[in-house]
């Protein structure tokens, strides 16, 4: 008996993998909201960090696009926080080893390798432009186009942002300063994506989009090249 408790102290040793990719433990989902995408991770005054959450079968998390709006209740505060993607990846849970190339189709590889999809996490950062607050004159909450007193906080949810919202919020074109000053993005591409975006939605306002511009060219008035790259990219 302990020879064999020795040998099985042994194997585990010898390999350290196999509790590291044993899957992470599953919560019930179907009762969550089908806009419920992600959770807060890391969160700071300007921007956070969220993590997808896992689908129900062998899928890789859905990834937001990139420009792609979403919004995060702060419970504390009652505030509604609207935020956009400027950066998203998809990387081994366990820091240490990297992924390795498999030559395998989705299919083969859900086939062969289903303990793959719990080895990922996806994981985006989302810039914040504005919140939406209770107001102390009127039942309709007030928009604001500038950063909340706090972001939202760690394990906050995180969801697609709704349209009718989206739609309140891109009356004011305020965000589009904001967007052009996110430090260590791309923020032509940024600005760019995030109006398309909008554009779509509006289903292809003319006046809106023209209103987005000229706000544009006044905020560049400066900087004619990245004016003319960031309208270049607009049209979807």
């Given at each position: ?85 400027y ?25 062969e ?88 939605l ?16 006044l ?11 960031i309208?270049?990219q607009?049209?979807?």
């Amino acid at each position: 008996m302990g020879g064999d408790f020795i040998l099985i102290i042994v194997t585990l040793f010898s390999y350290p993998s196999i509790n590291m990719f044993l899957p992470l433990p599953q919560f019930a989902t179907e009762d969550r909201h089908p806009d419920h995408i992600a959770e807060v991770i890391e969160t700071s005054s300007t921007e956070f960090l969220a993590q997808c959450l896992d689908p129900e079968d062998l899928r890789f998390p859905l990834m937001p696009a990139f420009g792609s709006w979403i919004s995060a209740f702060d419970e504390e505060s009652d505030n509604q926080i609207y935020a956009v993607v400027y950066y998203a990846t998809t990387a081994p849970i366990d820091s240490v080893h990297r992924a390795r190339a498999l030559g395998l189709s989705l299919k083969n590889l859900r086939q062969e390798q289903p303990q793959i999809f719990a080895m990922l996490k996806t994981e985006f950062r989302a810039a914040i432009v504005g919140f939406e607050a209770p107001s102390d004159i009127s039942t309709q909450r007030q928009m604001y186009h500038y950063l909340p007193p706090r972001p939202p906080q760690i394990h906050q949810a995180v969801y697609r942002c709704r349209p009718e919202s989206m739609l309140r919020f891109t009356d004011n074109m305020d965000f589009l300063r904001t967007l052009l000053l996110v430090p260590g993005a791309p923020v032509e591409s940024l600005v760019a994506s995030a109006i398309r975006e909008v554009y779509k939605l509006r289903k292809l306002d003319r006046e809106w989009l023209v209103k987005a511009c000229r706000y544009l060219s006044l905020l560049l008035k400066d900087d004619y090249d990245q004016l003319r790259f960031i309208l270049g990219q607009i049209h979807p």
